[in-house]
Structure formats: C-alpha cells, structure tokens
C-alpha cells in the first residue's frame, strides 16, 4: 500500500480542497457534488457525508463518512487492490 | 487582469499543504484562485496526499496493511472479503491494550451492520490473535502443498467459520482437567488444526505443562496430530504463546 500524508487542514483549508476537487457545502454541512448539484454519498457508507465527518482520500476523489471500519474499507478495497 | 509572476511562482512551487494554507491565508480570488485551485487538483491526482478528521486512527490502521504478517496473509488469500475485518481485528488488538472501549464497540457495530455474525467472528479471530498462528499454518500450508489462492481461501473460511471450535485459550487460573478436556474435545471434532493460547507467563507455564503431559502420553501421535510452537510478545512485553495441532493424517 502506498504511503498517504495525512494533511492538518484548518476549516477554510479543507473547504479549499473540496472545491478544488468538484465538491460545494450546503447550509446544513452536507457535502454536495458540484457537477449534479446533489448530495455526494458515501461510497462505503451509501450515506450522505457531513462535512465535520468527512475524510478525503486519494484516488479518484474518494470522500467517505470517517470511522475505523469506513477506513479499513477504504485500503483494502481503493488502495491495495491497485497495487 | 492576469496574475503576477510572483503569485504564480508561489503556487507551482509549494507542495500541497503549503499551497492550501498559502491560497486560504493570501485569500486569493480571480484568475489566481482558479489557476490555485487547479495546480491543488493536480497535486491531488498524484495520490500522496489525505485528509480525515481522525489521523492517528487512519494512520494506525494503515500501518497494519504494511506489517508482514498482513502481507503474508495477503499473499496467500489475495483480495479476500475478510482482509478489511482481519485489518480492523488486528488494529482491535492494538486498541485493548490501551482500552479504548468506545471505539471497539464502534467498530463491531460498524462490522455487525454490514457482515453480520460472521463478520464478528473475523475481528474475534483477529483481535484475539488466533490469527497469527492461522497466517502461519496458511503460509507454510501454501509453501508445502504448492496450493493456489483459492485453496487457501476456502481454509481461511473454515478457520473463520469455526474459530471457537478450534481454538483453545488457557488463563493462568485455568483448571487442569479443563484444559485437558478441551483439547480433547478439539482433537474429537477431527479440525485439519487447531490452536491452544496462553498469555503471559503463568499460563504459558500451565499450557505448556499440560501439553508436554499428553504429548509424553503419546496422545498427539495416536490422535495423528503434529505439534508446533510459536512465541510472540505483545507491545507492553506480554509473553503469548501458542501451539500449533495439525492433522498429518491426511497428506
């Protein structure tokens, strides 16, 4: 599995990043796919992700509601089967 | 407008992080924002870089992706559905020795949720450390049968599917005939293997003296079971110890 660095990302800096890589937030913190004007669900999950709770991962911009099992999900099945 | 040189400069030469705290504090709008926000994407796209709001969780349970063990298993099973489950036993392990209550419950939960009871049984099987040994006789299963991944496959399923069957703990208060009686129990269900654990020294102590009784007795070599041994210690020092019972009848 390849090395991630994990970036510390104050509130503006992570709202930064999502824009730049396709993503609004709507009034109530939810994620939202600029190109469908929809909520962005959670590959994993299948849920909607909130922005506190959100992780952003390599790949093809894979964003995911954050909890142990979610990123063990995320290496095993976006990562390691790449290599 | 376009931009200026020096500003176009700055974003094409800081790495990512810099770049985002540069484009955030110098409150970049425009042209120049665009060409940030583009230059942010590409770095992006280099597959490097992640964001989540809990690092040293992530970071820990990546870290287990990398340890040989896991790879071992890896190698052997492949893309199996289990590694996940197996990734988060394992990172379970790490977690009780801190105590970290809440989020083992979180995680069996999250486990439950979507694999159910036998997901449960791969994070106990892993968390529990039966793994290991289960990793090694995979291994060298694989090595001295010339076996394919999908034979290994259905061994780690039957270890999976029958783990409380097939494992056998010892605590340090644990009672002679007890001891005894689960192994034997273990070996009249016929497994290809099972397993015995001890932890720390004590009962390593009562482990290994019950085993070497029957094996004296010859009990192994009737019931045509091989004995291995495997030695490992936990990150606070903890001896763990456990035998390895493999069926030799059937080669």
């Known amino acids: 599995m390849p090395d991630i660095i994990f970036m510390d990302l104050n509130k503006d800096e992570r709202e930064l990043l999502?824009?730049?890589?396709?993503?609004?937030?709507?009034?109530?913190?939810?994620?939202?796919?600029?190109c469908t004007n929809k909520p962005y669900m959670c590959p994993i999950t299948g849920k909607e992700v909130h922005f506190d709770n959100a992780s952003i991962l390599p790949g093809s911009t894979v964003v995911i509601n954050t909890s142990a099992y979610t990123l063990s999900e995320y290496f095993s099945k976006y990562l390691e089967r790449r290599e | 407008m376009s931009v200026p040189r020096e500003i176009i400069d700055k974003i094409f030469s800081l790495d990512l992080s810099d770049l985002i705290s540069y484009t955030v504090a110098a409150k970049l709008t425009g042209e120049a924002l665009a060409k940030a926000k583009k230059r942010i994407k590409?770095?992006?796209?280099?597959?490097?870089?992640?964001f989540t709001p809990s690092k040293e969780e992530a970071i820990g349970?990546?870290?287990?992706?990398?340890?040989?063990?896991?790879?071992?298993?890896?190698?052997?099973?492949?893309?199996?559905?289990s590694l996940n489950l197996i990734r988060l036993g394992m990172y379970i392990s790490e977690l009780s020795e801190g105590g970290k209550r809440e989020t083992i419950e979180r995680i069996r939960e999250d486990v439950h949720r979507k694999y159910h009871k036998t997901g449960i049984n791969v994070v106990n099987l892993a968390s529990t450390g039966t793994i290991f040994p289960a990793i090694q006789y995979l291994s060298d299963l694989k090595m001295r049968k010339n076996l394919d991944q999908q034979d290994i496959t259905k061994e780690l399923d039957t270890i999976t599917d029958e783990w409380k069957r097939i494992t056998v703990f010892v605590k340090k208060d644990s009672k002679k005939k007890d001891i005894i009686a689960k192994i034997n129990r273990c070996m009249n269900h016929r497994p290809s293997f099972f397993f015995v654990?001890?932890?720390?020294?004590l009962a390593k102590e009562k482990a290994t003296k019950n085993i070497a009784d029957l094996n004296n007795k010859g009990i192994f070599q009737r019931e045509g079971y091989m004995l291995y041994t495997y030695r490992r210690t936990d990150k606070v020092g903890t001896e763990i110890f456990n035998w390895s019972f493999e069926l030799v009848e059937r080669e």
């Open chain 1, 18 to 34: 999502l824009d730049s890589l396709g993503f609004d937030i709507d009034g109530n913190g939810i994620i939202i796919e600029k």
């Open chain 2, 42 to 50: 590409d770095l992006w796209n280099q597959r490097k870089y992640g």
């Open chain 2, 61 to 81: 349970i990546s870290k287990i992706g990398k340890t040989e063990i896991y790879k071992r298993l890896k190698d052997c099973v492949g893309n199996h559905w």
């Open chain 2, 197 to 201: 654990f001890s932890y720390g020294h």
